[in-house]
């Protein structure tokens, strides 16, 4: 199979396009990096490996995999190249420039390629072995430039070729999950506004877990309420939404924010009903440390009181938590088997499915919930609130916090087709999490020491297994049903990883797999359908800030160097719980794959305690270590904001005081996770229902 050399009639109609933020010969340099990551083999190359894959995964035809080994480059696929422009697109141009400066260079050959490539010709007049010794060498060179550029247009291109997997992989379009909803599912009669002001009692920026909770408990009490929201109002048959379409429910320029060094990636939901569509169904108490922890240090009286463990049990109540109809797919059995043999402690994580086993979505309920069994919040507090006369308008994005004598009056907006809208109201709630609220309040003037900072994201870190005995594919099942506690090595520290599993999306886990050659990789991609994917969370010491000019969010945050060791713990122990429930390999995947290690493959025909025992095995935990220590680059992930508006009782120290009113302003209010006041060490959607129910009491005593 000759390389390919992508051509302008390969790269469709949209190269043309005036928004496309790089030329026709740099997106043909990008074509042929992408060709390398992801080749097509040759025959005699598939040879090598087909019969080692075939015993790997013994449920897959022989001829699938062979097809996936030998398919074509991804530049023969025309829609792949107006895939990368999109993703592109989404990236800030500060990103992009430099990397368009250098696929120029690599279009052009010569002396400065020649620096990068030991070849003066251009990077696409070069064949596959030469590229992919380039790519090697990028990946591991004592350059950081060159690693920088590799990690870069990995990320990228993998991501993209990933989003729409080939058939091979076995992993579905999500338009095949999409099953028959409930029918008693509420159709919401959203507002579509003629008038250029609108005039109510009480208007919530932000449609998510805090919006929605106050939005139901005042409209009920008679309360004239206007939610207004962001982004899209998702049709309920379009959920799971597909991986293409990923931003449609997450936030940020490209589906995620992105720190302003690069290193780290925080996915935040996004549109109506905001991380509570796309939440992994987790429902879990803030912890009884925390809540004294709260109390006593930061003065929040009510934090382990009865009044507040009432908050709870009613959002509890309206969201249908429960553990027992809890069913563990693979990767949920490897961590509660595999735990108990290991000796950490494990339990079940409630679920807000209405005791319903909740298996039928499998990882693609991230995306939306095909049968809306999940209790987010357009089916509960949102569809609560309009029954009793609320307002819903989304696609509204508010421009200012209107203010009179430090009196909120109201807010200015802009509908999505340009519209500009007042709102008129006695009293403004925001509810646009812990990103965007301090950004509202900044471009409306409202300052505070302490605003923006203090932002807790419980860092993530990963390992993946492989479990070849497995039946059903690794996508399959309830996402997150188990969580392993990993103590720290701090006796009685309130700060320490826990292991939980996440879903399996190729465009999510997949481009995290090391990389060492086209035909390395593609073997990995075939055995996702096999994998246990382990998240280390931690609750995190360190903490960031979000600061903004334009409105749009800069986010600052540097992995502490406590929360980066919570993180090397939880991987040593992942690798040893993976071990024990059965995976036949093991994966740590160091700074989001920056680091690139070899996997470690236990001897099978050892016994449960002799592989956990065998000095291999420790051999190469010593090695992890070692290895995690010196390549300490910073990166992390993430999906839990949260602390930028903090509630407390000193008000030099916190933004909000105890009822959720902006210090220094009537009329404003905060019900979001910006409230919390340190990390609460556990996904935090059912807490922050929790304290937006209390500020929600404390504004009905307020306004009736």
């Given at each position: ?5 992508p051509?302008?009639?390969?790269l469709?109609?949209?190269?043309s396009?005036?928004?496309?933020p790089?030329t ?5 340099a ?15 190359e ?34 792949f190249a ?10 800030p141009?500060?990103?992009?420039k ?8 690599l ?7 020649f620096?990068f ?12 072995q030469?590229r992919?010794r380039?790519l ?9 430039i ?6 870069a ?6 991501i ?16 095949t ?7 008693e599912?509420h159709?919401f009669?959203f ?5 250029e002001?609108?005039?109510?009692d009480v ?8 919006g929605g ?6 409209a ?15 049709p309920?048959?379009?959920?799971p939404?597909?991986?293409?379409d990923?931003?449609?429910v997450?936030d940020?320029?490209?589906g995620?924010?992105?720190?302003s060094?690069g290193k ?9 009903g ?11 108490e ?16 009510f ?8 908050c ?39 679920q807000?499915t209405?005791?319903d ?13 095909s ?13 609560a609130?309009e029954?009793?006369?609320a307002?819903?308008?989304p ?7 209107l203010?009179?004598?430090n009196?909120?009056?109201g ?9 500009p ?22 471009v409306?003037s409202?300052?505070?020491?302490a ?20 039946s059903?594919?690794a ?6 049903t188990?969580m ?5 090595s701090?006796?009685k520290?309130p ?13 999510i ?10 035909l ?9 359908r ?39 713990e ?11 429930g059965?995976?036949d ?18 001897d ?6 002799e ?5 291999r095995?420790?051999r190469?935990?010593q ?11 910073g990166n ?9 508006c903090?509630m ?6 916190y ?19 910006s409230l919390?006041?340190s990390?609460t ?23 009736k």
């Amino acid at each position: 199979m000759a390389t390919p050399t992508p051509t302008i009639a390969t790269l469709g109609p949209s190269t043309s396009s005036e928004s496309s933020p790089i030329t026709v010969s740099q997106l043909t340099a990008l074509l042929s990096l992408a060709d390398t990551f992801v080749p097509g083999v040759w025959h005699y190359e598939a040879d090598t490996v087909e019969s080692k894959i075939s015993k790997q995964l013994p449920d897959v035809p022989t001829s699938l995999i062979r097809d996936f080994l030998i398919s074509e480059y991804p530049s023969k696929d025309k829609e792949f190249a107006g895939n990368v422009l999109h993703m592109l697109q989404r990236i800030p141009p500060k990103a992009i420039k430099p990397l368009a400066w250098f696929l120029g260079l690599l279009s052009n050959g010569g002396f400065l390629a020649f620096l990068f490539t030991w070849s003066r010709k251009p990077f696409v007049k070069l064949d596959r072995q030469h590229r992919e010794r380039i790519l090697q060498g990028w990946s591991n060179s004592w350059f950081p430039i060159s690693r920088k550029l590799f990690f870069a247009f990995k990320k990228i291109l993998l991501i993209t070729y990933l989003k729409s997997p080939p058939y091979h992989l076995g992993y579905p379009e999500h338009s095949t999950l999409r099953q028959k909803r409930r029918p008693e599912i509420h159709q919401f009669a959203f507002h579509t506004p003629g008038e250029e002001v609108i005039e109510v009692d009480v208007v919530i920026v932000g449609s998510g877990a805090g919006g929605g909770v106050v939005a139901a408990r005042l409209a009920q009490a008679g309360i004239k309420v206007l939610i207004v929201e962001k982004g899209e109002a998702v049709p309920t048959e379009d959920f799971p939404v597909e991986q293409m379409d990923h931003s449609r429910v997450y936030d940020g320029a490209a589906g995620a924010f992105v720190t302003s060094d690069g290193k780290g990636t925080i996915l935040a939901g996004s549109g109506w009903g905001g991380s509570t569509v796309v939440n992994w169904s987790g429902s879990l108490e803030l912890p009884e440390e925390t809540r004294n922890e709260w109390a006593t240090t930061h003065g929040l009286t009510f934090a382990n009181t009865p009044s507040f463990q009432s908050c709870f049990d009613h959002v509890k109540s309206l969201i249908g938590v429960s553990t027992s109809a809890i069913s563990h797919n693979t990767a949920n059995t490897v961590l509660s088997e595999g735990s108990k043999i290991t000796g950490y402690h494990s339990f079940n994580i409630p679920q807000n499915t209405l005791s319903d086993p909740h298996t039928t979505c499998g990882s693609s309920c991230m995306y939306g919930c095909s049968t809306l069994t999940k209790q987010s919040s357009p089916v509960t507090t949102l569809a609560a609130a309009e029954k009793s006369g609320a307002l819903c308008l989304p696609n509204c994005t508010v421009t200012k916090i209107l203010l009179t004598n430090n009196k909120a009056t109201g807010l200015s907006c802009v509908l999505r087709n340009g519209k500009p809208i007042t709102i008129k109201a006695e009293t403004v709630v925001l509810s646009s999490g812990a990103i965007r609220t301090p950004c509202l309040l900044s471009v409306s003037s409202i300052s505070h020491p302490a605003l923006g900072k203090n932002l807790h994201i419980h860092p993530c870190g990963f390992l993946v297994g492989f479990k070849s005995s497995s039946s059903a594919p690794a996508w399959e099942g309830s996402i997150m049903t188990s969580m392993v506690r990993i103590p720290s090595s701090i006796p009685k520290s309130p700060f320490y990883a826990k292991l939980i599993n996440v879903p399996i999306i190729p465009g999510i886990t997949g481009y995290q797999l090391p990389w060492r050659s086209g035909l390395q990789y593609k073997s990995s991609l075939l055995r996702l359908r096999k994998s246990v994917w382990t998240c280390v969370i931690t609750r995190d010491q360190g903490s960031g800030e979000v600061t903004t000019q334009t409105g749009e969010p800069v986010i600052r945050y540097q992995l502490d160097k406590r929360d980066h060791g919570n993180i090397l713990e939880g991987i040593v122990a992942g690798c040893r719980v993976q071990i024990a429930g059965g995976c036949d390999e093991i994966q740590p995947i160091l700074e989001l794959g920056e680091v690139q290690m070899e996997s470690y493959v236990p001897d099978m025909s050892m016994t449960v305690e002799e592989r956990l025992a065998d000095p291999r095995l420790e051999r190469y935990i010593q090695l992890v270590r070692r290895t995690a220590v010196k390549k300490r680059i910073g990166n992390w992930s993430s999906a839990h904001p949260q602390g930028t508006c903090r509630m407390g009782a000193d008000p030099k120290k916190y933004p909000v005081d105890l009822e959720g009113r902006v210090r220094g302003y009537e009329g404003l209010y905060v019900a979001d996770a910006s409230l919390c006041p340190s990390a609460t060490g556990v996904n935090p959607m059912l807490t922050t229902m929790a304290l937006c129910e209390h500020v929600a009491r404390c504004l009905e005593r307020k306004l009736k």
